[in-house]
């Protein structure tokens, strides 16, 4: 990522508008394979889209992005370009930084919405379908089905069970590790808690930090409660707690943090006060061993480095779940309910979703993974590659605490009370308890 | 009218010799001025170094290379010149319009003696001295309720509009100015709009006459300040400008802030670069500044 | 409106007053809109809403849809609020330790800068400069300059000093260590005002304390500071507001969590952001009207009575 951002760093090339001659060479191929891609995907497939296609020939639609980060924001471009050589249909993106978007996004999707905008799979998106800010997509779906796998059908639902998301990519959470300093001190990758804590233990003499950890922004420790909350409790009793249907202070939710209690001593010191890169600095110089985060992490990486980082699977701690799940995002887009141009909007979804469209974006993105089954594969890394093979392997595919959960719970309950947690950790009860009676207040049941 | 005695700082400058005095609290002053200094200073240091060098070697670290790339790359990727230009849509107007308005309420409240001056000057002084979160939710939907003719406004509504924009910064900033505006016009002697009216001037000849030209080093004054203010906010801009091409500098500097990853380096860059247009003002208009802030002032 | 109106009757020091003038129509008519024009514009964009928000407060509300969707619930906020929300008394105690602060630490430093810059000294022109800087600059680049001089592992204090304090993280220290930023920005603001101010007192009094062989202390204490007074009230209400107002750095540093919260933080946090309580952060804005109305309040009385004694 770095060093895709300082190749980009050209004048003639950053410039939003500047697209050099090669650029368009390149999109036009990658139309070519937009096409290519689309009709692989099944005879009643085709069949629908291209009457789609044919049907606007010069219509226009617009586009809510947050991807204000050069590289997204570019390969974004060449998707849309592709989009509209294909279709004829124009799109106007309207570009925001990804933090004021999501945090705009209700005042966003009531006032002036683009027609279709990016957005992310999980109760954060049934909970704008059930106000009634999103179109229903059930008619692109008939087109995309054959192209994902159920996780993501699924991922892509209201609580009404109608569609209204168009997957793109994801990625997941896992430990990741130098392979380097593994294959020196000889450390294993563990499997179960106890091999885990050894191991932690082991690194502690050796006289490295075993777990980096970093959470002044206060979502990163979240991905630590999901995948321990998984790991002891299952991923049905996960999305339950999220949803507001079990109780904070119940046996269940303790345990969670009585575990995480026992790892705390392993991991950074000051993590309150640490910014999830510097957190991944320790990793990077080998200050610390192991660091839970998402394959974003790569993005701090470069060179001989990046290709050095792996990552393993969170150990198993319940027999019962093993390693069952995982917490993998998934991003991607909706549409919005006063979508003005419904049909060109529909199309866009529909090209969205294709093999063709991930394939485009996903050349800039080396750290994601295409949803779109017929992705392809030739061109992906070696973590994208065991991206994919770890949420395929894994039953149950979480979308990270605050994608799960009402988003006013988990920015002003769970990111206080997390932190609280880290600051004092032996007060479980009183904090459960805490945390219960604020989320009675904000479900209201 | 020459005769007016503005507050400009008049007193003969006389040179002192160095004192022993004098040479500590130079001593002082300038140790001050560097620890004043030194975070300012550290950060444009930083600005200059790539982030790969800084990610690795930490920010205390003897710098590899120094390089003007963060300020080309943020020149380019926040698109400067553009958000840029969004400010001044904003900022210039809103000054006009706040001066406007408060030097009418100033006008009234310190040249009549109305039974309502009082109340109206808490009613503007007031309203600047609120926090912005607690009227920011009925604001946005007030906005989105209200039309604007599409000449006005692309989006057809006060929300995502530049003159939305304008509207809440003009009423929002209006009191000080209604303040300091009026203390100034009170040190105006009255005998200089009494001749005007004898002689049958309206108020509103005395008003844009006589009172405006003598409010000069109160309006730079005035206009440093709010320059300062409503260039360097973020908030409203973020909250009521749903279109990332047209929010002003300030807010649009988030853009440089990635999903997870964050160049802090460029950000520094891009920072220092609207930073300048600010200290700018100021340099260039610090005579003038604190010579026209009257702040009640007991001098005549 | 009335028509009789008393000519102004300062600054020259001669009341004028029962010297009534009898305003024309057309006088009256302009003088009306003059006022009319901005009452408009503040009262519909700042009052109006500010109104609103005390209503909001009384009720259940996500921000979607019209405000017909908004459930009444009484004071439930309110006690929600002072009952079961964390954040919400370290709020209230970091906000009077804001207040202290100010008072005793910035604004005093401020107006200590002032004083000795408004002595005719070589240079002065740069030193306000060099300290009024940090109010010009933007948030981003202060939040740029928090983390290079905080971070515990990669910034300047740490590295330079050896020590190894999480400036940041922990939440007994980070208060302190964004109050030195705090304070570095407010002085500069104060030190400004006071500079204005100063230029209000004649300095042959000031001289002629000095030369009665009187400390300096002593004739500061009495002669300029008493002159200082209607300042003295401007610098109070700005000082309790920026504590009050407090925001934008703690904001940035760590959206006003561990350890750093702050009412309008608080706030924020409820109302902007998705799925929004707005009722709830309604309600806390309120408090922090209640608060913020005290020092409005003694500071109009105070400079009406200015006005009225001239």
């Known amino acids: 990522m770095s060093d895709a951002r300082h190749s980009s760093s050209g004048p003639s090339e950053v410039s939003a508008t500047g697209v050099s001659r090669r650029k368009l060479l390149v999109t036009g191929a990658a139309g070519a394979a937009a096409a290519y891609g689309l009709s692989a995907s099944g005879a009643s497939a085709r069949g629908l889209s291209s009457s789609i296609f044919k049907s606007a020939a010069a219509g226009s639609t617009s586009f809510g992005s947050n991807a204000s980060d050069p590289v997204p924001k570019k390969a974004y471009a060449n998707v849309f370009k592709a989009f509209t050589a294909k279709t004829g249909t124009k799109v106007d993106v309207n570009t925001v930084d990804h933090n004021t978007f999501q945090e705009q996004i209700n005042s966003y999707l009531q006032g002036r919405p683009q027609d279709v905008f990016t957005w992310f799979a999980g109760y954060r998106l049934q909970f704008f ?317 | 009218m020459t005769t007016v005695a503005t507050t400009e700082d008049t007193r003969p400058v006389r040179k002192r010799p160095l004192s022993v005095s004098r040479i500590i609290l130079h001593a002082f002053l300038i140790i001050t001025a560097l620890f004043w200094l030194a975070p300012v200073a550290w950060a444009v240091f930083t600005s200059f170094r790539p982030y790969a060098d800084t990610a690795k070697n930490g920010y205390v670290s003897f710098p590899n290379t120094l390089s003007l790339d963060n300020y080309r790359n943020a020149w380019s990727q926040a698109e400067i010149p553009l958000h840029f230009w969004n400010s001044m849509i904003v900022t210039l107007p809103a000054i006009v319009l706040i001066l406007f308005f408060a030097s009418m309420v100033a006008y009234v409240v310190s040249r009549f003696s109305f039974w309502f001056n009082v109340p109206l000057l808490i009613f503007f002084m007031a309203a600047n001295l609120l926090p912005p979160q607690v009227i920011i939710t009925p604001v946005y939907q007030m906005f989105l309720r209200i039309p604007l003719p599409t000449w006005l406004s692309e989006s057809g509504l006060a929300y995502d509009s530049f003159v939305g924009l304008i509207a809440i910064n003009v009423a929002f900033q209006t009191g000080f100015c209604t303040f300091v505006l009026s203390n100034y016009m009170k040190t105006l002697p009255k005998s200089l709009t009494e001749a005007a009216r004898v002689d049958g001037a309206s108020v509103t000849r005395q008003f844009f006459g006589i009172i405006m030209p003598l409010c000069k080093p109160a309006f730079a004054a005035l206009a440093v300040l709010e320059f300062t203010w409503i260039y360097n906010d973020f908030f409203w801009a973020v909250v009521l400008m749903s279109s990332g091409d047209k929010r002003p500098i300030t807010s649009s500097l988030t853009g440089l802030s990635g999903q997870y990853f964050t160049d802090n380096n460029l950000i520094a860059a891009a920072a220092v670069l609207v930073a300048l247009p600010t200290i700018l003002v100021f340099a260039l208009l610090q005579r003038q500044f604190i010579g026209g802030l009257t702040l009640g002032s007991t001098k005549e | 409106m009335t028509n009789n109106i008393a000519s102004a009757d300062r600054p020259d020091g001669t009341p004028r007053k029962g010297r009534a003038v009898r305003l024309s129509g057309r006088d009256r008519i302009a003088l009306a809109v003059m006022v009319t024009i901005p009452v408009i514009v503040v009262g519909g964009l700042v009052w109006f809403p500010t109104f609103a928000s005390i209503g909001l407060s009384f009720t259940s509300w996500d921000g979607i849809g019209g405000i017909t969707t908004a459930k009444w619930i009484g004071i439930e906020n309110y006690n929600q609020v002072a009952t079961i929300y964390p954040g919400f008394w370290p709020a209230v105690r970091h906000n009077l330790i804001w207040l202290a602060y100010l008072t005793f630490v910035a604004t005093p430093f401020g ?174 804005a309120v408090i922090l009207i209640v608060f913020s109305i005290i020092p409005i309040i003694v500071f109009v009385w105070n400079s009406f009575k200015e006005t009225e004694k001239a």
Not at chain 3, 217 to 245: C, D, G, Q
Request: net charge positive; proline share 5%; charged share 20%.
């Open chain 3, 111 to 284: 107006l200590f800068l002032a004083y000795q810059l408004d002595k005719e000294l070589r240079g002065s022109r740069v030193y306000q400069s060099i300290f009024f800087l940090p109010v010009v600059l933007s948030f981003a680049i202060i939040g740029f300059i928090v983390q290079l001089v905080y971070s515990p592992t990669q910034g300047l204090i740490n590295g330079l000093f050896g020590t190894d304090v999480d400036w940041l993280g922990d939440p007994d220290v980070n208060l302190w260590a964004v109050l030195v930023l705090v304070g570095w920005r407010h002085a500069g603001y104060i030190m400004i005002l006071y500079l204005a101010g100063l230029k209000a007192v004649d300095p042959s009094l000031r001289e002629a304390a000095a030369m009665d062989g009187a400390g300096e202390w002593h004739a500061f204490r009495t002669v300029v500071f008493p002159a200082l007074r209607p300042i003295n009230i401007v610098i109070v209400v700005v000082t309790v507001i920026e504590a009050l107002r407090a925001f934008d750095i703690v904001f940035i540093v760590n959206k006003g969590r561990n350890g750093l919260e702050l009412l309008s933080i608080l706030v924020t946090n409820n109302i902007i952001g998705e799925a929004s309580r707005v009722g709830y952060g309604s309600s806390i």
């Open chain 1, 129 to 445: 379908a059930q106000k009634g800010l999103l179109t229903p997509i059930d008619d692109v779906w008939s087109t995309l089905k054959p192209q994902f796998n159920s996780a993501f059908q699924n991922a892509s639902k209201g609580a009404d069970g109608k569609f209204y998301f168009v997957p793109m990519y994801a990625y997941p959470w896992a430990l990741h590790y130098r392979k380097s300093l593994f294959a020196e001190k000889g450390y294993k990758i563990p499997k179960t808690w106890a091999q885990f804590i050894a191991l932690c233990k082991k690194m502690q003499a050796d006289g490295i930090t075993p777990i980096a950890f970093a959470d002044k922004d206060g979502w990163p420790a979240m991905g630590t409660f999901d995948i321990l909350n998984m790991r002891i409790n299952g991923y049905a009793f996960h999305i339950r707690l999220m949803a507001g249907k079990e109780p904070w202070n119940g046996a269940k939710v303790k345990a969670v943090f009585n575990t995480w209690r026992q790892i705390l001593p392993y991991t950074s010191d000051g993590a309150l006060g640490l910014t999830w890169q510097e957190g991944a600095a320790q990793l990077v110089n080998k200050e610390a061993g192991m660091y839970m985060l998402g394959t974003f992490v790569g993005q701090q990486f470069t060179g001989a480095d990046a290709k050095d980082l792996d990552f393993f699977p969170y150990p198993a701690i319940n027999p019962k779940w093993g390693q069952d799940s995982v917490d993998a995002p998934i991003d991607g887009f909706a549409m919005s309910r006063k979508a003005k141009n419904t049909k060109e909007a529909k199309q866009l979804l529909t090209f969205l979703g294709s093999a063709a469209a991930e394939n485009i974006y996903l050349k800039s993105d080396p750290n994601n993974f295409g949803a779109n089954k017929n992705v392809s594969k030739a061109r992906y890394t070696a973590t994208q590659k065991k991206s994919a093979a770890l949420v395929a392997g894994s039953k149950n595919i979480a979308q990270f605490l605050d994608r799960d959960t009402r988003p006013d719970f988990a920015s002003t309950v769970m990111i206080p009370a997390i932190q609280q947690f880290l600051n004092k950790p032996d007060d479980v009860n009183s904090l459960v308890n805490s945390i219960q009676k604020q989320k009675k207040a904000i479900f209201g049941f």
